[in-house]
Nanobody, 117 residues
Framework: QVQLVESGGGLVQAGGSLRLSCVAS????????MAWYRQAPGNQRERLAV???????DYADSVKGRFTISRDNAKNTVYLQMNSLKPEDTAVYYC???????????WGQGTQVTVSS
């Protein structure tokens, strides 16, 4: 059974930083592409960052230069370091992975990030 568990959300002032973690189980982690998404009330879910099995990354323009995705295959964990946070970054943040070949996708339960002005 695949499980993704996010942690690290919370309340932070504008300009502050948070680091989100997502621990995966039930998969051979090193073989899976991992991604972070977010969803604010009334908005569609937005893909923020992707990290591929070889370590290369890709970012949405909205977070490029402020957020960094990384992975630790030994800990089955993907991270999202978020710096220079803005009130518009307030959302529920989700971890996602897709099985090789794209047949199945898996989501975590989400962690709330609230940025106060």
């Amino acid at each position: 059974q695949v499980q993704l568990v996010e942690s690290g959300g919370g309340l932070v002032q504008a300009g502050g930083s948070l680091r989100l973690s997502c621990v995966a189980s039930g998969i051979i982690f090193s073989r899976y592409v991992m991604a972070w998404y977010r969803q604010a009330p009334g908005n569609q879910r937005e893909r923020l960052a992707v990290i591929y099995t070889g370590g290369s990354t890709d970012y949405a323009d909205s977070v490029k230069g402020r957020f960094t995705i990384s992975r630790d295959n030994a800990k089955n964990t993907v991270y999202l370091q978020m710096n220079s946070l803005k009130p518009e970054d307030t959302a529920v943040y989700y971890c996602k992975t897709v099985s090789p070949g794209g047949l199945y996708e898996y989501w975590g339960q989400g962690t709330q990030v609230t940025v106060s002005s």
